[in-house]
Structures are given as C-alpha cells and as structure tokens.
T-cell receptor, first 111, second 113 residues
C-alpha cells in the first residue's frame, strides 16, 4: 500500500471548515484513499473514501487532486466533538488485509 | 450501520495472569477479524488477522503463543493475552471486515500490574 504523509497537528476554530491535507505521491491506479478518525480512547471510525472523483457524505467531503497525489478531507462546520486524530490511508479496494495506520493528524477544534 | 461490540472496555490484571478480550459483530458477519495494539501516543499496529474457522496469521514480532486468537464463528473473535506482563499494557482494538468494509470495536485498555 502507498505511503501517506500528514501534518502532525492542526487547529481549527469551532464552526469553521477544517481542511486536512494528505500527500500520497506513490499512489497506484487501483488504490483508494480512505479517511478514518480516532477520538481519544476509542476505536477508529470510518469517515469517507474515494478513488479519483470528489466524494461527499453526511460527515465530510473528500477532494482528490487530478493527479491523485494528494487529497484533502473537509469537515464543513467543525464542532468540539470533531477533535480527534485523523488518518489518511491508501489501499486497494478489494481484499481483506489489515489497515496500515500512519501517525495521522491531531485536529484540535478550539471553542 | 455495522457495529462491533468489544468487551471489556478496560481491565487491570496481575502480572502472570491471562486476560481474554471478546469482540462480537452484532449485525453483520465478519469474514475476517483483525486485532490491533496501540501504545500511548502511538498509532495502531496490526497484530494479527483471523478468518473464521482457521488459524490466525500474526504480524512479524507478535508472539502467537502469547496472544491467542480464536475466531470460532462469523460473529465472535477472542484475543487472550497469556502470562501478561507490564509491557503488555496497551490499548487493544479489534476490527471486523465484510464486503462493506471495516468496523472497529471501542477498544480495551489493558493494565498489567
């Protein structure tokens, strides 16, 4: 699976949009971009995933660059409950291999 | 949505004893279960993968005789930490997989004293 690079931490004001970047310059054509988050002392929670088109669901939007070498997770109206570590993971869509978690981005929402 | 129930949420045990952690997929059948370990301020590390009815496969550096995994049914997997020592103190998380993706349990905080 391709390696990802994320900033270690970010701050965002409550109510504003939180934009979390992820670099995955070695991504291959059949690899998807997945985002999970982990609130302190809980298991990871799935947020969103995409292949090359932008995706949106009730939690977030995922913007993938045209060359697919980077992506941005957008939380449109961040709340204090969005404070968590966010993991960007690149992997193939099929199969049942375990996920490889990097260090992620610790997003802190400020009141 | 899919739910994985993990118990206990926390446990304290004496050094040398064994501890069992249980994970149940409540509303789906998990063809594969994964077990992760997370030390403080670190990321999740995959320990082992288990498929229902077959032996688990362990990641390099994980002792299979120390971390016993049983996946007897499509809805239940257990991890037993045998002869626990203080260095086994960690946050253990299971994850069930089916065609719709991965669902994680809420984790078990193990403290060995």
């Amino acid at each position: 699976d391709a390696k990802t690079t994320q900033p270690p931490s970010m701050d965002c004001a409550e109510g504003r949009a939180a934009n979390l970047p992820c670099n995955h310059s070695t991504i291959s054509g059949n690899e998807y971009v997945y985002w999970y988050r982990q609130i302190h002392s809980q298991g990871p929670q799935y947020i969103i995933h995409g292949l090359k088109n932008n995706e949106t669901n009730e939690m977030a939007s995922l913007i993938i660059t045209e060359d697919r070498k980077s992506s941005t997770l957008i939380l449109p109206h961040a709340t204090l409950r969005d404070t968590a570590v966010y993991y960007c993971i690149v992997r193939t869509g099929g199969g049942a291999d375990g996920l490889t978690f990097g260090k992620g981005t610790h997003l802190i929402i400020q009141p | 949505g899919a739910v994985v129930s993990q118990h206990p949420s926390w446990v304290i045990c004496k050094s040398g004893t064994s501890v069992k952690i249980e994970c149940r997929s409540l509303d789906f059948q998990a063809t594969t279960m994964f077990w992760y370990r997370q030390f403080p301020k670190q990321s999740l590390m995959l320990m082992a993968t288990s498929n229902e009815g077959s032996k688990a496969t362990y990641e390099q550096g994980v002792e299979k005789d120390k971390f016993l995994i049983n996946h007897a049914s499509l809805t239940l997997s257990t991890l037993t930490v045998t002869s626990a020592h203080p260095e086994d103190s960690s946050f253990y998380i299971c994850s069930g997989y089916n065609n719709y993706g991965y669902t994680f349990g809420s984790g078990t905080r193990l403290t060995v004293v």
